[in-house]
T-cell receptor
Framework: EAQVTQNPRYLITVTGKKLTVTCSQNMNHEYMSWYRQDPGLGLRQIYYSMNVEVTDKGDVPEGYKVSRKEKRNFPLILESPSPNQTSLYFC??????????????FGQGTRLTVV | DAKTTQPPSMDCAEGRAANLPCNHSTISGNEYVYWYRQIHSQGPQYIIHGLKNNETNEMASLIITEDRKSSTLILPHATLRDTAVYYCIVRVRLVAGKSTFGDGTTLTVKP
């Protein structure tokens, strides 16, 4: 089954304690991206990657890092989490191109609380 | 990137067609119109996308005006399970490249 898997689904942590949210896709997609969603708002992009070792900032990259060492994995790293990073996080992947069968697949989300 | 404008909320009777509008007056020639929906706080789900021609799939139809400045997503026979937030996004590519979503339209399908 084609899927994007995020772990963990829920996480409560303390300010300043480094954490990593993993994202893995089994569709051999080149493109991957991370978003955050705050209550009542749409998704805001954090970082995206067009292929292995190719990453770029989205609209809200401050306080986050990413890496793309393998095609299937795109972890999101919070080196020193702060309460304003409490949010719902989504990972997405898609193949290149814009025609049919190039839609993005999203993970089920990671709900992060920083206290 | 083109900005989109969607009504914040809409209601639809079960079994009737739901027509969700989206304005994107600053769309560029190579930008596609994408529609996704999000049920509760689950991951967004792809519905349909198009460049300039009308498109139809098993979920919905997408009608794009000739000048491409607006579009309408049509769910032909809405069910209670179609209650969700619907996002219209205009981009060349959705995942690769900046692609922040707007606030979308909350569609409530009523019995």
């Amino acid at each position: 089954e084609a899927q994007v898997t995020q772990n963990p689904r829920y996480l409560i942590t303390v300010t300043g304690k480094k954490l990593t949210v993993t994202c893995s896709q089994n569709m051999n997609h080149e493109y991957m991206s991370w978003y955050r969603q705050d209550p009542g708002l749409g998704l805001r992009q954090i970082y995206y990657s067009m292929n292995v070792e190719v990453t770029d900032k989205g609209d809200v990259p401050e306080g986050y890092k990413v890496s793309r060492k393998e095609k299937r994995n795109f972890p999101l790293i919070l080196e020193s989490p702060s309460p304003n990073q409490t949010s719902l996080y989504f990972c997405a992947s898609s193949p290149p191109g814009t025609g049919k069968n190039t839609e993005a697949f999203f993970g089920q989300g990671t709900r992060l609380t920083v206290v | 990137d083109a900005k989109t404008t969607q009504p914040p909320s809409m209601d639809c009777a079960e079994g009737r067609a739901a027509n969700l509008p989206c304005n994107h007056s600053t769309i560029s020639g190579n930008e596609y119109v994408y529609w996704y929906r999000q049920i509760h706080s689950q991951g967004p789900q792809y519905i349909i996308h198009g460049l300039k021609n009308n498109e139809t799939n098993e979920m919905a139809s997408l009608i794009i005006t000739e000048d491409r400045k607006s579009s309408t997503l049509i769910l032909p026979h809405a069910t209670l399970r179609d209650t969700a937030v619907y996002y219209c996004i205009v981009r060349v590519r959705l995942v690769a490249g900046k692609s922040t979503f707007g606030d979308g339209t909350t569609l409530t399908v009523k019995p």
